[in-house]
C-alpha cells in the first residue's frame, strides 16, 4: 500500500498496539493520537482513505 509507505517516509510509525488483525495503528511524535487504517497488508486502500 503506497499510502502506508508515505506515512512512513513521512515520521509515522507503527504503534506496538497494532489494533485489530484488519487494522494497524499509527502516530507521529507531534500528533498525540494514533490513526487508525483498515485493511490487511498488501491489500488495496478504500477510496475514502485515499482523499
Known sequence: MDG???LLDAG???TE???KESHRKFT???YSEAV???G???HDAK???EE
Open 36 to 38: 487508525t487504517i483498515s
Open 47 to 49: 477510496i475514502y482513505q
Open 4 to 6: 502506508i509507505r508515505d
Open 28 to 30: 507521529h511524535r507531534h
Open 17 to 19: 498496539k497494532g489494533g
Open 40 to 42: 490487511r497488508e498488501g
Open 12 to 14: 509515522v510509525y507503527a
